[in-house]
């Protein structure tokens, strides 16, 4: 199956319900410090509304809740690959996309035979502090040169604007948040990053 090329991240279901609706194909929902318990039900509605929708949610971190509600996408951080149970996501035949900073990073996640890789922050990022700083986008020509033909998602500080660069430089897929979740008018945004990437 071949990915969207507009790949947004959000927190929350609600979002979803404002994006799905508009013609969003492919989303990551990233919930970080919620219980096990709260957690279920909102990846089970986040599923619910993608399935509804005709998009492929993506669930990161969160792999056992991933096999256990049937998804059918994770996506692990480095750190996640320490402890997740990759023959058992195998198993369960979910498609795995893995963040790479580095080429150590990117040897490891090669190595496990993902389903896309990830390189970020192609620029500044607010979202998170990361030890890692702007990659640029000389190092996702890079990353494409060394990954072939396997889909390179540009991801941190991407813009609209910033989005046809990236594309040129060789990622197949650019990921979206603050862009979106703090613009003035979020659905109007999103209109614009899909009319830009069909």
Not at 104 to 118: F, G, I, M, T, W
Request: glycine share 6%; charged share 25%; with cysteine.
């Amino acid at each position: 199956m071949k990915l969207d090329r507009f790949y947004p991240i959000f927190d929350s279901p609600a979002w979803l319900e404002r994006a799905l609706p508009l013609g969003v194909r492919l989303v990551q929902l990233r919930i970080k410090d919620v219980s096990k318990a709260e957690l279920q039900p909102i990846v089970a509605r986040a599923l619910a509304l993608c399935r509804r929708h005709g998009a492929v949610l993506v669930v990161n971190d969160h792999w056992r809740m991933a096999i256990d509600l049937g998804c059918d996408w994770v996506h692990l951080g480095q750190e996640d690959l320490d402890t997740a149970d990759r023959p058992a996501l195998r198993r369960a035949g979910l498609k795995l996309g893995i963040s790479t900073h580095d080429h150590a990073e990117l040897d490891r996640a090669l190595s496990l035979s993902p389903d896309y890789v990830a390189l970020g922050p192609v620029y500044p990022t607010i979202l998170k502090k990361m030890k890692w700083h702007r990659q640029g986008l000389e190092r996702v020509t890079e990353w494409k040169r060394l990954i072939g033909d396997l889909p390179l998602v540009a991801i941190g500080g991407m813009s609209l604007e910033r989005a046809a660069g990236a594309f040129r430089a060789g990622a197949d897929i650019v990921s979206a948040v603050t862009d979106i979740t703090l613009h003035d008018a979020p659905e109007a945004r999103l209109r614009q990053w899909i009319e830009a990437t069909r």
